[in-house]
C-alpha cells in the first residue's frame, strides 16, 4: 500500500508545484494576467521547462537513469532553457521569454525568484562538489546576467541586466557591473520581483564625478597661488539615463 502510494503522492506535488508556477507567471508577466490557465501551460515556455523539470528531478530522485537527462535535453532543444535535474528549485519561480537561461547541477533556487532571458547560473573550473550559484527568496536576476561559482545571492537582492557575480551578495541589495559589485537604489530596501532597470546606480559616473570634483580641487589651489582664475569644472553625465518612468508597470 505504501508503495502504490507514493507514485500518487509525487504526482500531487508535482501537480501543486506546477500551480504555482502557473500563479507565478500571472502575478509578475503582464502578459498573462488575462490569460487563461490552459494557455499559460500551452504557451509560456519557461512553464513548459519548470514542469519538465519538475518531472525529470522527480525521476532523478527516485534514481531513474538516463532518462531525467534526457527529458532535460529535450526541454533544452523546445525551449531554449536548460535546467539540470539535480538542480533545486523552490516555490514560485518565474523564468520570463526564458530562452538563454542555463540552471547548473548544483545550483540552489529559494521560493518566488526571477528569471529574465539569458541568465546562467554556472560553475567555474573542473572542481566536483557544489560549484553553482545558491539563490535565496525574492531575488530577481536581470537579462544576460552571468552568476558564477558556489557564491551566495542573498534574500531579496536584484541583479542588473548583463552583470557578471562571481561573489557573494548581501541581502536587499542591488548588483550592477562586469565584475558585478553590490549599490544602493536611493537608499530603499530592494524586494520582490522588480524590473525596473531604468533607475539603477552608474558607479562609472559615480567614480569620474569623484575624481573630476578632486582635479577641480586642485585646479582650484593652483588658480589661487597662481593668482589666475580657475576653469569652469569639467560635467560628468551618467553614461545612462537615470530619468523615466518605471518599466515594471508593464
Do not use: C
Not at 505504501?2 to 502575478?27: C, I, K, M, N, Y
Not at 519561480?93 to 554556472?122: C, K, M, P, R, W
Not at 552608474?202 to 567614480?207: G, M, R, S
Amino acid at each position: 500500500m505504501r508503495e502504490g502510494g507514493l507514485p500518487f503522492q509525487t504526482f500531487a506535488r508535482v501537480a501543486r508545484e506546477v500551480r504555482r508556477d502557473v500563479h507565478a507567471a500571472r502575478d509578475r508577466d503582464p502578459a498573462a494576467r488575462d490569460a487563461r490557465t490552459s494557455e499559460i501551460l500551452l504557451a509560456w515556455p519557461g512553464i513548459h521547462a519548470l514542469l519538465a523539470y519538475r518531472a525529470a528531478h522527480a525521476l532523478q530522485e527516485a534514481g531513474v537513469p538516463i532518462l531525467p537527462r534526457l527529458l532535460a535535453l529535450i526541454t533544452r532543444s523546445l525551449t531554449g532553457i536548460e535546467i539540470h535535474p539535480s538542480a533545486r528549485i523552490g516555490r514560485g519561480l518565474f523564468i520570463d521569454h526564458g530562452s538563454g537561461v542555463v540552471i547548473g547541477e548544483t545550483a540552489d533556487i529559494g521560493d518566488n525568484v526571477t528569471l529574465y532571458q539569458g541568465v546562467t547560473l554556472g560553475g567555474t573550473g573542473f572542481a566536483t562538489g557544489k560549484r553553482h550559484p545558491t539563490v535565496q527568496d525574492n531575488v530577481t536576476i536581470g537579462s544576460g546576467a552571468k552568476l558564477l561559482g558556489p557564491i551566495t545571492i542573498g534574500h531579496g537582492a536584484k541583479i542588473g541586466a548583463n552583470s557578471v557575480v562571481i561573489t557573494d551578495v548581501p541581502p536587499n541589495s542591488t548588483v550592477v557591473g562586469n565584475p558585478g559589485h553590490p549599490v544602493r537604489v536611493d537608499g530603499r530596501r530592494v524586494e520582490g520581483p522588480d524590473a525596473d532597470w531604468i533607475h539603477l546606480p552608474d558607479p562609472i559616473a559615480e567614480a569620474l564625478q569623484a575624481l573630476s570634483s578632486r582635479i577641480g580641487t586642485l585646479e582650484r589651489m593652483v588658480a589661487e597661488l597662481s593668482d589666475s582664475e580657475p576653469n569652469a569644472p569639467a560635467e560628468v553625465r551618467p553614461l545612462r539615463p537615470v530619468r523615466g518612468t518605471n518599466p515594471a508597470g508593464g
